[in-house]
């Protein structure tokens, strides 16, 4: 069974960058999708990128020209580079791991634990 561990996050001013890294156990990480979601407080979980097993991307709206997933299948490792950091990125970032990337949390079966992201403004 495949588990998700993310780290790299933190408190970070308005405008700075930060990298998040999500490293997956288990075989066959490269034929999965993966994503990143993200929970503020209050507020319900939403997509913010994906990347397919060919490496193919995709972005919420706002995060676009400024977030980049990647994914090294080398390593069993996906990552989330954020730059240009704002206050309402404050969130619980999440990866997760499924099948054909999707922006829809219920087709994700398996689930890191978060890192908190905090943008200062």
């Known amino acids: 069974q495949v588990q998700l561990v993310e780290s790299g996050g933190g408190l970070v001013q308005a405008g700075g960058s930060l990298r998040l890294s999500c490293v997956a156990s288990?075989?066959?990480?490269?034929?999965?999708?993966m994503a990143w979601f993200r929970q503020a407080p209050g507020k319900e979980r939403e997509f913010v990128a994906a990347?397919?097993?060919?490496?193919?991307?995709y972005y919420e709206d706002s995060v676009k020209g400024r977030f980049t997933i990647s994914r090294d299948n080398a390593k069993n490792t996906v990552y989330l580079q954020m730059s240009k950091l704002k206050p309402e990125d404050t969130a619980v970032y999440y990866c997760?791991?499924?099948?054909?990337?999707?922006?829809?949390?219920?087709?994700?079966?398996?689930w890191g634990q978060g890192t908190q992201v905090t943008v200062s403004s």
């Open positions: 997760a791991t499924g099948g054909s990337p999707s922006i829809r949390d219920s087709d994700y079966a398996t």
């Open positions: 990347i397919s097993r060919g490496s193919s991307t």
């Open positions: 288990g075989p066959f990480f490269s034929i999965y999708g």
